[in-house]
């Protein structure tokens, strides 16, 4: 049981169940038959799983002793990360290519942004852009899923997705900013520092609200939460604590998931 808990923690489950969940449930929104729902949200589990995976894979030499990273820890091995990495993708791309060749397109793109990001663009200055860039085709791809055409309303909520998605990679990224430092990882936080990357998350939050707000769409209960949950994920950001930090990203990303569930459902 510890050894398949561990496994499952190698798939950053709750980021990747998040984006399963937020397919789906924009999926079923734009008008999709469940069937395409329950692909769609495969396609997210399979691809991230492998994200994460790969990620922890590239990094387990820098990772060494941190307990919460099971590949570094020893709790589970190389082989068995390399069998998430081929099976996530393989079950992420083959669901998306039954939901038809554009959702096939989009998640082989998100895929790249997230490999590319494992690879080495997480320390680097552009380390934000595939976490932005990924969120950002996730309306995209659900309206896809949905065999629809998305609306200019559901084009502007990716648009509200690239300073979210962006606003997210910061405040992942300082959850590990003084770790980062110490192995040479030259990540955008790293360069900025801590209080100029709390102040840009903030700002680009606010410019994607900004967005969201521009739609029209009425103040329903999903952005009211959404909104909170932002702020309250930002004030986790703003913890010295690293564990802090990281539950404040993850809450944000709720919260952004929140804000685009309500106005995707207005429309």
């Not at 996530?88 to 038809?100: D, K, V, W």
């Not at 969120?135 to 509200?160: K, N």
């Not at 903030?202 to 609200?209: F, R, S």
């Amino acid at each position: 049981m510890e050894r398949l808990l561990a496994t499952v923690r190698l798939m950053h489950p709750l980021p990747t169940t998040l984006n399963a969940l937020v397919a789906a449930g924009l999926t079923l929104v734009a008008g999709g038959e469940p069937s395409r729902a329950i692909l769609a949200a495969t396609t997210m589990l399979g691809i991230h799983a492998s994200i994460g995976a790969l990620n922890d894979l590239l990094d387990r030499d820098a990772d060494r002793g941190r307990s919460e990273k099971p590949l570094a820890s020893g709790r589970v091995s190389d082989r068995t990360a390399r069998s998430v990495i081929a099976t996530g993708a393989a079950i992420g791309l083959g669901s998306a290519s039954l939901l038809g060749a554009s959702s096939l397109q989009i998640a082989a793109l998100g895929a790249l942004l997230g490999y590319l990001y494992d690879a080495g663009l997480k320390r680097s200055w552009a380390s934000f852009l595939p976490f932005s860039l990924g969120v950002a085709l996730i309306p995209l791809f659900a309206w896809s899923a949905a065999d629809r055409v998305p609306p200019i309303a559901i084009l502007l909520l990716s648009a509200a997705a690239i300073p979210g998605g962006a606003a997210l990679a910061l405040q992942n990224a300082l959850a590990d900013v003084r770790l980062d430092a110490a192995v040479g990882v030259r990540s955008l936080v790293v360069r900025l520092g801590e209080r100029a990357a709390r102040v840009a998350a903030a700002a680009l939050h606010l410019a994607a609200m900004a967005i969201v707000a521009s739609i029209g769409a009425p103040l329903l209960p999903w952005q009211l939460i959404g909104g909170a949950l932002i702020v309250l994920g930002l004030a986790l950001s703003w913890s010295g604590a690293a564990e802090a930090r990281r539950r404040g990203w993850e809450i944000s990303a709720i919260g952004l998931a929140s804000c685009a569930l309500g106005v995707a459902g207005a429309q």
